[in-house]
């Protein structure tokens, strides 16, 4: 497996898919966006889907995080949604996901977290 290099406290690249989820989906998935519930979480995982076209992209400072991602290696826009869970806490209201692209210019893989607390 490719070595996973720490960008910031929110932000991963590798040359290899990063989040569990996509390591154990990806290299077999043939739709571009499907919803799995996996450890626990409902998922959305598959081939790439652009991020404003994501079915997660309702919570506004998502769609805005989604339609800004960059890819970690080249910084280019050209990128896909191959992976992505949200989870608002019941108590709270905080708003908390991740979600990986792969860029369509370079192949390379950059994994994002937010919590919003």
Not at 43 to 49: N, V
Not at 85 to 95: A, F, I, K, R, Y
Request: charged letters at 10%; a negative charge; one cysteine or more.
């Amino acid at each position: 497996m490719a070595a996973i290099e720490d960008l910031s406290n929110s932000v991963r690249r590798s040359t290899a898919p990063i989040l569990s989820i996509t390591r154990q989906f990806y290299p077999f998935d043939t739709e571009p966006c499907t919803l799995t519930h996996f450890q626990g979480q409902d998922w959305y995982h598959g081939t790439g889907i652009t991020p404003q076209t994501h079915p997660a992209s309702r919570f506004p400072v998502l769609f805005s995080d989604l339609c800004s991602s960059v890819c970690g290696f080249c910084a280019s826009p050209q990128v896909l949604v191959v992976a992505l869970q949200t989870c608002v806490n019941p108590m709270s209201g905080d708003l908390y996901y991740d979600y990986e692209i792969v860029c369509q210019t370079c192949g390379g893989f950059t994994a994002f977290a937010y919590a919003e607390n």
